[in-house]
């Protein structure tokens, strides 16, 4: 086995992703029971178990007597965490803490015996676990504080919302992906640019700008990404921290029952089950950002996947199943192509299938995903449409294959248009860039792609 290959570590010795992956998270809860330190950051990449350890944390802490906090960013993210621990600990009291709104929260908690709601704090005190996301607990006052905290997404929590809550507790545990999006500000933020206290920096950033000597550690396994995807998204996002995949080539595969027409669609099809990619490639054009021909491309790649009766064979089942409109997405940069995909899709007779922009398909994974790329068609580059997350987060959703559907003439785009952002002093250079990335994107698409003209 050459040291190429994601399952070889060093020269000789075979990597064992579970080993590696148990070696990594028995150093976090270590640090985090043990250690002396206020808190404690860890780096997952895409898929590599970032909730199952926020989870199995949280077990270890309430099992050795310390009651925490736990502080996601969405609703949808705390329902998951309550629902996982409850699975894995169904005696365990967990404490859900909630807003006022009319549908708070997912009823499927209310089935859970040890699970307690309230929109009050100290109606929960003493509860092993307490779970509420960052915007319910900046609310919360008057409370003994924690000795211990667990903030899931880290790297997707602003920085003033860390500091709204830092009273609540005294040590924590600082979980995210690196490589996804930045925090959403909806007003501009450039006059904070490049100070330490900036508030619409990610939490980590801030933290460890102020903190630099805290323990890092990082997950070196992603369980989602297969061994065809997870080389080139470790070189182009996390070249600093790479990682591999926790299977080998052939370990997984997608098969279709039903023959390719010759058309573009069943070609980058084949293309995508054959190499885990497929580039589907329109004649360059400059186009209104709703493209019709690439929505209508997109629409057709997702029902020619339903249509040729797809299956995949994986780890978790030996036997083929089959792939369902449920295990597939489609991933955009802007809501209103969403909605324009969902609209082709329904002419179609398509369901079921999810369509959203990278920002809402992140810490989601499925079988196949369907891709348009953020700078088809464009006329220009600009830094919304090159940030890293935005990319990285929509070629890291597959569990097999990835397709990506763009008009030619991107990297002749790219090269046109240098960044033209300020330089701002003080301001830490994230690398790599957007520009740098899908260069490298599309480097390798170049190899598995399909050209097309409808």
């Known amino acids: 086995m050459s040291s190429a290959d994601p399952r070889t570590h060093g020269a000789d010795a075979p990597f064992d992703p579970s080993a590696e992956a148990a070696r990594a998270t028995a150093a976090i809860l270590h640090d985090t029971l043990h ?3 206020r808190g404690v950051v860890v780096d997952s990449p895409p898929g590599a178990g970032k909730s199952t350890l926020v989870v199995n944390a949280a077990r270890e802490l309430a099992a050795a007597g310390r009651p925490l906090m736990v502080v996601a960013q969405t609703n949808a993210q705390v329902d998951d965490l309550v629902l996982r621990l409850a699975e894995k600990e169904p005696d365990l009291p967990v404490g859900r803490l909630h807003s006022s709104d009319a549908d708070p929260y997912d009823k499927a908690l209310d089935d859970l015996e040890h699970v307690r ?11 092993d676990v307490v779970i509420s996301t960052a915007a319910k607990w900046a609310h919360v006052s008057g409370v003994e504080p924690w000795r211990h ?8 929590m602003r920085s003033d919302a860390l500091l709204a809550v830092a009273g609540l507790f005294e040590r924590a545990l600082f979980v995210g992906d690196p490589g996804q999006l930045d925090p959403f500000a909806i007003v501009g933020s450039e006059q904070w640019a490049g100070l330490s206290y900036d508030p619409s920096a990610s939490a980590v950033s801030t933290l460890l700008a102020h903190n630099p000597s805290l323990p890092q550690h990082r997950l070196p396994v992603s369980w989602r990404l297969p061994a065809s995807a997870a080389p080139l998204v470790s070189d182009a996002f996390y070249p600093y921290t790479r990682f591999r995949s926790g299977t080998g080539h052939g370990d997984r595969s997608l098969s279709f029952g039903v023959p390719s027409d010759g058309g573009g669609p069943d070609r980058v099809l084949d293309e995508a089950a054959a190499s885990g990619w497929g580039l589907l490639e ?17 629409a057709a790649v997702v029902r020619r996947l339903l249509d040729r009766g797809g299956a995949t064979v ?17 991933g955009t940069a802007h809501r209103d192509q969403a909605a324009a995909v969902r609209a082709a ?4 007779a398509v369901s079921g299938v999810t369509v959203d922009t990278a920002n809402r398909l992140q810490g989601r994974e499925y079988d196949v995903t369907v891709v348009l790329h953020p700078l088809s068609g464009r006329p220009d580059a600009t830094a919304f449409h090159l940030e890293t997350g935005r990319l990285c987060v929509l070629a890291s959703r597959h569990r097999h294959a990835c397709i990506v559907v763009a008009r030619a003439g991107i990297a002749d785009l790219l090269d046109d248009h240098p960044s033209t952002e300020p330089v701002q002093l003080g301001v830490t250079v994230k690398f790599p860039d957007g520009w740098e990335a899908n260069h490298a994107v599309l480097s390798h698409l170049s190899e598995h792609r399909v050209p097309w003209q409808p």
């Open 35 to 37: 250690g002396e330190a």
């Open 117 to 127: 709601k309230s929109t009050k704090a100290s109606d929960l005190a003493g509860l």
């Open 149 to 156: 905290a667990i903030v899931d997404e880290a790297y997707q």
């Open 282 to 298: 329109l004649p360059a054009r400059h186009t209104p950002r709703t493209d019709p021909e690439a929505v209508r491309a997109v």
């Open 314 to 330: 994986s780890e978790r089942s030996p036997d083929p199943v089959p792939l369902t409109a449920d295990r597939i997405a489609v």
């Open 345 to 348: 899709l329904a002419e179609l």
